[in-house]
Structure formats: C-alpha cells, structure tokens
C-alpha cells in the first residue's frame, strides 16, 4: 500500500487483471472518457482470448484496435510505450492465423518449467538433476506395477477402511462399510437443514415404507 503497486503476481494474475478487473477497479475514480478507454482494452483482451474467436468479430477489432492505441497514447505519456504496447494492432492477425490464443501462450509452459526447477538441487548441473528426477520416477512408476495393491505408489487412495466395523444402526439407510478416510469438520444443521435431511431419509428408507402406504 505504501508503494501503491501490485507486486509478486505471476504473468496469468496480470492478465486476469486486464481482462475482467481492469474496467471494475476504475469505475468511479476516473473521468468517463479514461474509463471506457481502459474498458475498451478490457474488453479487447476478453475477445482476444476467448475459447471460441469469431473471424467478423477480429477484422472488426483489427479496424478499432489503432483507435484505441490513439486514444491511450493522449492519456499516458509518451515514455509509457514501447514495442509491446504497439503490439496490439498486430494480436488481431496472430489470432486469425494462428487459432486461438489459448493454443500458442506460454502459460503451459511455465507451468512446465516451474516443475523442472523444483528438480534442480545443484544448479552447477542443472541438466544432471533433471535427468536423474526423471529417472527416478519413472523406474518408481514401472516398478511399482508389480508390487502389492498397499505399495502401488499409482494405485488410487481408497476412500472408506472397508477392514472397520459398520455403524451400529438397525436402518438400513445407514448401513456401509467401514468409515471415512481423513480429517473431518462439524456443521450444525439449521432447522430448514434438519427438515429437508429427514424428509429424505424418511422418503428413502424401506422401514418408512409401511407408513406410506
């Protein structure tokens, strides 16, 4: 708050910023012709980056997208720009080229190499590490096919310890198996809760049945 910056975000926080929350942090701060320009630009990313890109809608964007330049070049200052900020007018031909964007950004790739550096150790051998991390998964992998079900590091974790006792409960609406597996939290049901929790066990136990009929 001191600094009034935004700091140790990654590159996605940023983007989600231009994209969705740029137009609702403003609103009310600014005068009305910088905040639809900053609108504008939200919503040029919004469109950009969208699943599914229409072509009509790119060659519209590709005609406003200079104006729109033109119009945050009379309110930030001339130092502000740069080779990237001028990039826009050439994002709306990469898209209708290239597909989508989601296909071609770098995120899945960073993603990728934050999971190859946490497998470095001696950053004099970078290269050995990684090797030597994926060496170890997979010989662990193919191995333990062949092992028990209780030492298969791939097996699924089992939900329920089928091995415990069943609930002491005559209803058969409650009876199972065993009990869960982990930490558990406690809620207190409010009255519409209770209700609506006893209708359907009252409306799915075959001891209630008699009463229906």
């Known amino acids: 708050?001191?600094?009034?910056?935004?700091?140790?975000?990654?590159?996605?926080?940023?983007?989600?910023?231009?994209?969705?929350?740029?137009?609702?942090?403003?609103?009310?701060?600014?005068?009305?012709?910088?905040?639809?320009?900053?609108?504008?630009?939200?919503?040029?990313?919004?469109?950009?980056?969208?699943?599914e890109i229409r072509k009509d809608m790119m060659e519209k964007l590709e005609k406003e997208i200079p104006v729109l330049v033109c119009k945050l070049e009379k309110i930030f200052p001339l130092g502000f720009f740069n080779p990237m900020q001028h990039l826009l007018i050439h994002l709306l031909y990469e898209a209708k080229v290239g597909s989508p964007v989601q296909y071609r950004w770098m995120y899945p790739f960073e993603r990728a190499l934050k999971k190859l550096r946490t497998m470095v150790n001696n950053k004099a051998r970078v290269e050995g590490c990684i090797a030597e991390e994926f060496k170890y998964k997979e010989i662990s992998a193919f191995t333990s096919v062949y092992?028990?079900?209780e030492n298969n590091v791939n097996a699924p974790t089992m939900r329920y310890h089928v091995d415990e006792d069943p609930p002491c409960s005559d209803l058969n609406i409650?009876?199972?198996?065993?009990?869960?597996?982990?930490?558990?939290?406690?809620?207190?049901?409010?009255?519409e809760e209770?209700?609506?929790?006893?209708?359907?066990?009252?409306?799915?136990?075959?001891?209630?049945?008699?009463?229906?009929?």
């Not at 700091?7 to 989600?16: A, F, M, R, T, V």
């Not at 409650?174 to 009255?191: A, H, I, K, P, R």
Request: a neutral charge; glycine letters at 6%; proline letters at 1%.
């Open 1 to 51: 708050m001191k600094t009034r910056k935004i700091n140790g975000l990654k590159s996605h926080d940023y983007h989600i910023i231009m994209e969705r929350l740029l137009p609702v942090m403003f609103r009310g701060y600014l005068t009305d012709e910088v905040w639809k320009t900053l609108a504008e630009l939200s919503y040029f990313y919004r469109q950009l980056c969208a699943k």
């Open 147 to 149: 092992f028990a079900e």
């Open 174 to 191: 409650f009876q199972w198996n065993g009990t869960t597996v982990g930490g558990c939290t406690t809620y207190d049901l409010s009255e």
């Open 194 to 213: 209770r209700k609506s929790a006893l209708l359907y066990m009252y409306g799915n136990m075959e001891e209630m049945e008699q009463y229906f009929t």
